[in-house]
């Protein structure tokens, strides 16, 4: 699937020695760890599958919503003899499907960040965290943004991340930078 799902599904390519790739993006994440109301299709298009076999990838199931979603748009739409699906990790406690193939069976719910997702997923958190504080706490250094993100989320992304994950919410006008500081934009 697009976006989490590319990159494995590329590489699977190349190990199994498969040249056509497709891309559907089906989500239902808003952003990092917070779930849309429905799953949906984007940026719907036609293709002919007759007479093929899809695998059909993305890094993880979670809820499972969005890979029911995009089988059921393939199977519908793109008519291949059959689809298969393949994930890094599978969530099984809250997962509605299981997947055909998967890497880790995860027991226990917990955001899991890839490489092509950190910078996104580093933003995303900053940003809720920020918008929760800042009720209170208006003006923030980059060294306290740093220390409340680890205490929430107990993860450390590496000190590039951060930094641009800030540069992003400026760029973005969520945060105007003054010196060492950050001030929430109102």
Same mark, same amino acid.
């Given at each position: 699937?697009?976006? &989490?799902?590319?990159?494995?599904?590329?590489?699977?390519?190349?190990?199994?020695?498969?040249?056509?790739?497709?891309?559907?993006?089906?989500?239902?994440?808003?952003?990092?760890?917070?779930?849309?109301?429905?799953?949906?299709?984007?940026?719907?298009?036609?293709?002919?599958?007759?007479?093929?076999?899809?695998?059909?990838?993305?890094?993880?199931?979670?809820? &499972?919503?969005?890979?029911?979603?995009?089988?059921?748009?393939?199977?519908?739409?793109?008519?291949?003899?059959?689809?298969?699906?393949?994930?890094?990790?599978?969530?099984?406690?809250?997962?509605?499907?299981?997947?055909?193939?998967?890497?880790?069976?995860?027991?226990?719910?917990?955001?899991?960040?890839?490489?092509?997702?950190?910078?996104?997923?580093?933003?995303?958190?900053?940003?809720?965290?920020?918008?929760?504080?800042?009720?209170?706490?208006?003006?923030?250094?980059?060294?306290?943004?740093?220390?409340?993100?680890?205490?929430?989320? &107990?993860?450390?992304? &590496?000190?590039?991340?951060?930094?641009?994950?800030?540069?992003?919410?400026?760029?973005?006008?969520?945060?105007?930078?003054?010196?060492?500081?950050?001030?929430?934009?109102?």
């Amino acid at each position: 699937m697009a976006r &989490g799902g590319y990159i494995p599904a590329r590489l699977l390519c190349d190990f199994l020695n498969v040249e056509n790739l497709l891309s559907i993006q089906s989500q239902h994440w808003t952003e990092a760890a917070k779930v849309a109301e429905k799953a949906l299709i984007k940026f719907k298009y036609n293709v002919d599958l007759s007479g093929m076999n899809a695998l059909l990838v993305d890094d993880i199931v979670d809820t &499972g919503e969005s890979l029911i979603l995009a089988k059921n748009f393939i199977i519908g739409e793109w008519k291949p003899n059959d689809v298969k699906i393949a994930t890094l990790q599978w969530i099984s406690p809250v997962a509605k499907l299981k997947p055909d193939f998967y890497l880790i069976e995860v027991k226990e719910w917990y955001w899991f960040q890839y490489p092509w997702t950190r910078l996104e997923d580093t933003y995303q958190f900053i940003k809720r965290l920020l918008s929760e504080e800042g009720l209170s706490k208006r003006e923030w250094t980059l060294e306290e943004i740093i220390a409340k993100f680890k205490e929430l989320y &107990g993860v450390d992304v &590496g000190l590039n991340y951060f930094k641009d994950a800030a540069d992003l919410l400026v760029e973005n006008s969520f945060l105007i930078r003054s010196d060492n500081k950050y001030l929430i934009k109102s």
